[in-house]
């Protein structure tokens, strides 16, 4: 296997510019013996290491069937369109490959024919765009809306030309065979490396959706890159949750059902409608957007308790008229299976006394979700495991704390796997320098954001911008891109003005932007060269205490005799603050400034851990040393 991998091997052959890498090496040969021996395996590897190769040769080598998932659709195609056919070629296999998305990446045939039938309701610019998908549906092979270039990626007629699981006719389909999905999922079946998502992964193993299940227990070899997020993700899925787009695209239906097909029931507008209206005023009663509280407190409320019951009786209305239409309508035969799922799904939601959940709601301007987490996965996980013998291999950068690997295993049960930390073959020491300046403002106080900018210009501008701005709350991003704009004539991006994608590829050609940003950026950002050499964190990212899906985790540590700022907040804070400092150093002749304003990376005791599980960079308090390292050409 090592062969691989060495100066003369089949990938320095084949590939232009492979060099080999220790660690690179070192990860094959572990991913190697756990194929060979179908066992369980995580790694963590350091940026730089090539982790990407290290597990696709071995894999691809053993012959056997390989289901590979990835934590976001940018790595998800990268993997698909551009490593996985490179090492393939150099390796020569001959094996069939696929990729495979979640349902709402592909254009939906029937709830396009729907919307064009329905079309006098829509909105103008929605309309435009129906013709327009009419006329890509007939171009397009694999129906993959990301490949549409005439409709915008945020567009409002997506998801009403997309399916969802709950939604979607599966086999009672009148275009059942042209079916997008249903076609994507036949190659994946027959295929010997299928491409897949977490999300996508954890939907089958729990909801088992009709037609997909038969993928997954074929393979013989699961790896997840990206793991850190698997723990996260399959809480979301192992639990429960109904949206107000889920009712509202209930109505919908039933709506285009009553105008399309059943012309002759007008009870069913009249329901659409009452359940349309019952849903808007519950979002109503939630009060202020922006907001995640706790679904338990939230139900003691007499008005809420009013307004939930108004919404239980539109579902049961729902359900009663779209019964006596059973069997005229494919349409109207979903959305009461439908009607049946929500009513239960509340009722579930409404038992909040049930231990091991957290029980919550958010709610964004116009929209709310109503769910229950369970605390830990471990158990539900490893019973997933059990179904599925054979090897699963977890890796990404940040899975360690403090240089172990406990608080990851433990999360998904997975205890009894075989672990292997590699550091980074990247020299921070000579490429890389970490700042926490001294006089920073105390965190939240008056006109902190204003203080912070004036402090962070000089180093900004002496970097001629090539930054990135990496923020906590959406608050403190929207603050501090406002004052950077008042104050300095490089160009400031934001993000939400503009797509992730679009402002990534603005950035890459400004060649002196600063983009100040909030989570999504934190991870999955890849900016090699002199284009970012520059990336400022404005606090350690611990999650607001107020979460409720922390807090229950935190409480049921407390019960189970654990430390909850040890065990779940300081992990998961150290973890978030590795994938933000990973932007900055993604090449070997990379050079750059690391900056956290957070005195508590040197005045608490527990900076220890941060610093400590962070790349050991050379460190320095002094903003002027900072900038006398930006300014210094690299050493040749």
């Given at each position: 296997?090592?062969?691989?991998?060495?100066?003369?091997?089949?990938?320095?052959?084949?590939?232009?510019?492979?060099?080999?890498?220790?660690?690179?090496?070192?990860?094959?040969?572990?991913?190697?013996?756990?194929?060979?021996?179908?066992?369980?395996?995580?790694?963590?590897?350091?940026?730089?290491?090539?982790?990407?190769?290290?597990?696709?040769?071995?894999?691809?080598?053993?012959?056997?069937?390989?289901?590979?998932?990835?934590?976001?659709?940018?790595?998800?195609?990268?993997?698909?369109?551009?490593?996985?056919?490179?090492?393939?070629?150099?390796?020569?296999?001959?094996?069939?490959?696929?990729?495979?998305?979640?349902?709402?990446?592909?254009?939906?045939?029937?709830?396009?024919?729907?919307?064009?039938?329905?079309?006098?309701?829509?909105?103008?610019?929605?309309?435009?765009?129906?013709?327009?998908?009419?006329?890509?549906?007939?171009?397009?092979?694999?129906?993959?809306?990301?490949?549409?270039?005439?409709?915008?990626?945020?567009?409002?007629?997506?998801?009403?030309?997309?399916?969802?699981?709950?939604?979607?006719?599966?086999?009672?389909?009148?275009?059942?065979?042209?079916?997008?999905?249903?076609?994507?999922?036949?190659?994946?079946?027959?295929?010997?490396?299928?491409?897949?998502?977490?999300?996508?992964?954890?939907?089958?193993?729990?909801?088992?959706?009709?037609?997909?299940?038969?993928?997954?227990?074929?393979?013989?070899?699961?790896?997840?890159?990206?793991?850190?997020?698997?723990?996260?993700?399959?809480?979301?899925?192992?639990?429960?949750?109904?949206?107000?787009?889920?009712?509202?695209?209930?109505?919908?239906?039933?709506?285009?059902?009553?105008?399309?097909?059943?012309?002759?029931?007008?009870?069913?507008?009249?329901?659409?409608?009452?359940?349309?209206?019952?849903?808007?005023?519950?979002?109503?009663?939630?009060?202020?957007?922006?907001?995640?509280?706790?679904?338990?407190?939230?139900?003691?409320?007499?008005?809420?308790?009013?307004?939930?019951?108004?919404?239980?009786?539109?579902?049961?209305?729902?359900?009663?008229?779209?019964?006596?239409?059973?069997?005229?309508?494919?349409?109207?035969?979903?959305?009461?299976?439908?009607?049946?799922?929500?009513?239960?799904?509340?009722?579930?939601?409404?038992?909040?006394?049930?231990?091991?959940?957290?029980?919550?709601?958010?709610?964004?301007?116009?929209?709310?979700?109503?769910?229950?987490?369970?605390?830990?996965?471990?158990?539900?996980?490893?019973?997933?495991?059990?179904?599925?013998?054979?090897?699963?291999?977890?890796?990404?950068?940040?899975?360690?704390?403090?240089?172990?690997?406990?608080?990851?295993?433990?999360?998904?049960?997975?205890?009894?796997?075989?672990?292997?930390?590699?550091?980074?073959?990247?020299?921070?020491?000579?490429?890389?320098?970490?700042?926490?300046?001294?006089?920073?403002?105390?965190?939240?106080?008056?006109?902190?954001?204003?203080?912070?900018?004036?402090?962070?210009?000089?180093?900004?501008?002496?970097?001629?911008?090539?930054?990135?701005?990496?923020?906590?709350?959406?608050?403190?991003?929207?603050?501090?891109?406002?004052?950077?704009?008042?104050?300095?004539?490089?160009?400031?991006?934001?993000?939400?003005?503009?797509?992730?994608?679009?402002?990534?590829?603005?950035?890459?050609?400004?060649?002196?932007?600063?983009?100040?940003?909030?989570?999504?950026?934190?991870?999955?950002?890849?900016?090699?060269?002199?284009?970012?050499?520059?990336?400022?964190?404005?606090?350690?990212?611990?999650?607001?205490?107020?979460?409720?899906?922390?807090?229950?985790?935190?409480e049921d540590c407390r019960l189970r005799g654990g430390d909850p700022f040890d065990e779940v907040q300081?992990?998961?804070?150290?973890?978030?603050?590795?994938?933000?400092?990973?932007?900055?150093?993604?090449?070997?002749?990379?050079?750059?400034?690391?900056?956290?304003?957070?005195?508590?990376?040197?005045?608490?005791?527990?900076?220890?851990?941060?610093?400590?599980?962070?790349?050991?960079?050379?460190?320095?308090?002094?903003?002027?040393?900072?900038?006398?390292?930006?300014?210094?050409?690299?050493?040749?």
């Amino acid at each position: 296997m090592t062969d691989d991998f060495a100066a003369d091997g089949q990938l320095a052959q084949a590939i232009k510019g492979f060099r080999p890498r220790e660690p690179q090496r070192q990860m094959a040969a572990a991913v190697t013996d756990a194929i060979e021996h179908q066992r369980q395996l995580v790694v963590e590897a350091g940026t730089g290491t090539g982790k990407t190769y290290a597990y696709l040769a071995p894999a691809l080598r053993s012959g056997k069937k390989v289901i590979i998932s990835t934590g976001s659709k940018a790595l998800q195609d990268q993997l698909y369109a551009r490593d996985l056919p490179t090492v393939a070629q150099a390796l020569g296999y001959r094996g069939k490959l696929a990729l495979l998305k979640g349902r709402s990446n592909y254009l939906c045939l029937e709830r396009l024919e729907q919307q064009a039938l329905a079309g006098g309701d829509l909105p103008v610019q929605t309309l435009s765009d129906v013709i327009l998908l009419r006329s890509w549906s007939n171009e397009t092979v694999d129906g993959d809306i990301s490949a549409c270039a005439s409709v915008a990626e945020d567009a409002a007629v997506w998801p009403l030309v997309t399916s969802t699981n709950d939604n979607c006719l599966g086999a009672d389909c009148p275009l059942y065979k042209d079916c997008f999905v249903v076609k994507a999922r036949k190659k994946a079946l027959d295929a010997d490396v299928v491409v897949v998502n977490h999300h996508l992964f954890l939907a089958d193993m729990v909801v088992k959706e009709s037609g997909f299940a038969e993928l997954i227990p074929d393979a013989d070899v699961l790896i997840f890159d990206e793991a850190h997020q698997v723990p996260d993700i399959a809480s979301q899925y192992f639990g429960q949750s109904l949206s107000s787009r889920q009712l509202l695209d209930l109505a919908k239906d039933i709506t285009i059902a009553y105008r399309t097909e059943l012309k002759d029931t007008q009870q069913l507008q009249k329901c659409a409608d009452r359940l349309s209206q019952s849903t808007q005023d519950f979002r109503l009663q939630l009060g202020e957007p922006g907001f995640r509280g706790n679904l338990r407190d939230l139900l003691a409320d007499a008005a809420i308790q009013r307004a939930l019951l108004l919404l239980d009786d539109a579902l049961e209305l729902c359900y009663d008229v779209a019964k006596l239409s059973l069997g005229r309508s494919a349409l109207l035969d979903a959305a009461f299976e439908r009607a049946t799922l929500y009513r239960a799904r509340l009722k579930r939601l409404k038992e909040t006394s049930q231990p091991g959940y957290s029980y919550w709601y958010e709610c964004t301007s116009r929209h709310f979700t109503l769910a229950l987490t369970p605390l830990t996965v471990a158990e539900k996980f490893q019973e997933v495991i059990a179904r599925k013998p054979g090897s699963w291999i977890f890796t990404s950068a940040t899975l360690s704390v403090n240089d172990r690997l406990s608080h990851f295993t433990d999360r998904l049960g997975i205890g009894a796997a075989q672990t292997l930390l590699l550091p980074s073959p990247f020299d921070y020491a000579r490429q890389a320098l970490l700042c926490v300046p001294r006089n920073l403002p105390s965190p939240n106080q008056p006109g902190g954001a204003r203080q912070l900018a004036r402090m962070l210009r000089p180093m900004i501008e002496s970097n001629n911008g090539r930054c990135f701005m990496l923020c906590t709350s959406h608050a403190m991003m929207r603050d501090l891109a406002a004052e950077f704009r008042a104050t300095m004539t490089l160009p400031v991006l934001l993000q939400g003005e503009t797509g992730k994608g679009q402002l990534l590829k603005q950035f890459v050609s400004a060649g002196n932007a600063l983009l100040v940003a909030t989570s999504s950026f934190w991870e999955g950002v890849d900016v090699r060269g002199d284009t970012l050499s520059l990336v400022i964190i404005d606090k350690l990212p611990f999650t607001s205490p107020d979460d409720p899906l922390l807090k229950a985790r935190m409480e049921d540590c407390r019960l189970r005799g654990g430390d909850p700022f040890d065990e779940v907040q300081l992990p998961e804070a150290v973890i978030a603050l590795k994938q933000g400092v990973g932007r900055l150093i993604r090449d070997v002749d990379d050079r750059g400034v690391l900056v956290i304003c957070d005195n508590r990376l040197v005045m608490r005791p527990y900076g220890a851990v941060f610093l400590n599980s962070l790349p050991a960079a050379p460190r320095t308090r002094d903003i002027k040393r900072a900038v006398a390292f930006l300014m210094q050409a690299p050493a040749q």
